[in-house]
């Protein structure tokens, strides 16, 4: 009850100061800023150009900030706006690099920032420069509105995210952690869903996946191709990449997953949400299950963890049948998977003493922390600032892909992902994050700025 009466008392204040800022005004300034940052190249590191500019910009405002680096071209800025310390400090972050680009594949120039039709575009304009814009000027209207504070607001543009983390999250923890210590975070991997024109749900990261790795390496004895053989290595490897691509791991549900399918179940049309309540039914689960495999793989692989055979080595002439034959795993586990004992039911599962499973590979020394609480006071505030600014329900969410969340879960830190508003059906036609084009919807520039203030000021305002 208390938290209800804080959060309604916290709406009405923060409300009055929202009404005193000329959004229209500040929109254009933030969308000067988001296209100035998607202009600056910062794909697979030169991470420094972008942190020049939010640098300046701070200095203009009067923001103190510092510049820390583990490599000069890889720098992070890290900047602070002052509370009155009765609470631990709240992090806002966003990361400057980018994924590299194929410009030849670009209708409109990869580091434009372009604005056409009612989107924005450019690499990064969603992964992540959505998040540091809208953490920059979030930080910026702070300062001139003189918010109170029971918190501090610490703003980081972080590097190495994409691939390269000590140079970003890992460099920061091990040597500026008093800088950037906090009890929450606000970062990437939520977001908002569009279909059809229309916002459907929201959703707060609060737990991912953990990169895992595996190769399955196939031996047999070489030959002649002209004389095919039943031992050869080749054959037993795609014997066993088939049976384990095709198996369904156990399927484990956390308090984020289960109350992300019960939401879901409730906002969609009949047929879905029925799949969805099967998921809990032992008599209709393995149907629903390979429904979503097919048709639904995102959902399919938040139910367990999962298994894509990515890459497959084997041979080195056509007529030689070869010895040695390799398929490469990528592994994606639940936050609690006992991953020895996972690797023990995959080689059940292949049942071919010709083939090893070799565990190793990607993400091997990633943390594994708990999820974060859907229950705190952070959470229902960052419910509401969506509720508010978009009007649609809210749902947790199980990251099956990787964030620098991970680092800071480890270290105590309740994180949150955040995220604009996109087009679903934006995926399919090549727009998405990591694709060969990168957009975002203006509209959705301007309420993702709305977003973060509004959960900035709720979890960190003076009450």
Same mark, same amino acid.
């Given at each position: 009850?208390r ?18 800022i000329?959004?229209?005004?500040v ?16 794909s ?8 020049d ?17 583990? $490599? #000069? ?8 706006? %002052? +509370?009155?310390?009765?609470?631990? #400090? ?23 920032? @372009? ?11 969603? $992964? ?14 702070? %300062?001139?509105?003189?918010? %109170? ?25 091990s ?8 009890? =929450? ?5 939520? +977001?908002?869903?569009? *279909? ?10 609060t737990?991912?996946?953990?990169? &895992? ?62 799949? =969805? &309540? ?5 008599? %209709?689960?393995? @149907?629903a299950?390979?429904?979503? @495999?097919?048709?639904? #793989? ?10 894509? #055979?990515?890459i ?17 795993? $990528?592994? *994606? ?13 995959? &080689? ?15 993400? +091997?020394?990633?943390?594994i ?16 600032a =969506? ?10 969410l ?24 996109v ?6 036609? +090549?727009?998405g ?23 900035v ?7």
């Amino acid at each position: 009850m208390r938290s209800i009466r804080v959060l309604v008392f916290l709406s009405v204040t923060l409300a009055a100061v929202a009404q005193s800022i000329d959004w229209t005004k500040v929109n254009d300034e933030a969308m000067r800023h988001l296209q100035a940052l998607v202009q600056v190249d910062s794909s697979n590191g030169n991470e420094t150009r972008v942190v020049d500019y939010v640098k300046k910009v701070f200095d203009a405002e009067g923001i103190p900030s510092v510049v820390v680096s583990k $490599d #000069p071209s890889r720098a992070n800025l890290i900047a602070r706006i %002052k +509370g009155n310390g009765s609470k631990k #400090p709240l992090l806002i972050m966003g990361h400057s690099d980018t994924v590299k680009v194929d410009p030849a594949k670009w209708t409109i120039p990869p580091f434009s920032g @372009a604005r056409s039709a009612g989107y924005v575009y450019g690499r990064g304009v969603i $992964d992540d420069k959505s998040d540091l814009f809208a953490a920059m000027m979030t930080t910026i209207l702070l %300062k001139r509105t003189g918010v %109170k504070l029971d918190r501090d607001v610490i703003f980081v543009t972080e590097a190495g995210e994409e691939g390269a983390s000590g140079f970003g999250i890992g460099y920061l923890i091990s040597d500026h952690w008093n800088d950037i210590e906090a009890e =929450f975070c606000l970062a990437e991997a939520g +977001g908002v869903t569009r *279909r059809g024109g229309k916002a459907i749900f929201a959703t707060i990261e609060t737990t991912e996946k953990v990169p &895992r790795g595996a190769r399955l390496v196939a031996t047999g004895t070489a030959g002649h191709g002209s004389r095919p053989m039943r031992s050869n290595a080749i054959l037993h490897l795609s014997a066993a990449v088939e049976k384990i691509a095709m198996w369904d791991p156990p399927m484990r549900l956390n308090d984020t997953t289960r109350t992300y399918f019960e939401k879901l179940a409730s906002i969609s049309e009949p047929a879905d949400a029925q799949r =969805f &309540r099967d998921l809990l039914d032992p008599a %209709k689960s393995a @149907a629903a299950r390979e429904y979503l @495999a097919v048709n639904e #793989p995102t959902f399919y692989s938040m139910l367990h963890t999962s298994i894509s #055979p990515n890459i497959i080595q084997g041979g080195f002439q056509s007529n030689v049948i070869p010895s040695e034959a390799t398929a490469t795993l $990528d592994i *994606r586990a639940l936050p609690d998977e006992d991953i020895d004992a996972f690797y023990d039911m995959m &080689r059940r599962v292949i049942n071919d003493p010709a083939v090893q499973v070799v565990a190793g590979g990607r993400g +091997g020394g990633r943390p594994i922390p708990p999820p974060t609480s859907i229950h705190s006071d952070a959470y229902r505030a960052l419910e509401a600032a =969506f509720r508010n600014v978009y009007g649609v329900p809210v749902l947790p969410l199980m990251q099956t892909g990787a964030t620098d969340m991970a680092q800071l879960r480890a270290k105590g830190v309740q994180c949150y992902g955040v995220g604009p508003m996109v087009d679903e059906e934006d995926t399919l036609k +090549g727009f998405g994050i990591h694709s060969d084009q990168e957009r975002l919807l203006e509209e959705a520039v301007y309420k993702h700025l709305q977003l973060f203030w509004q959960a900035v000021t709720s979890i960190a305002g003076a009450k």
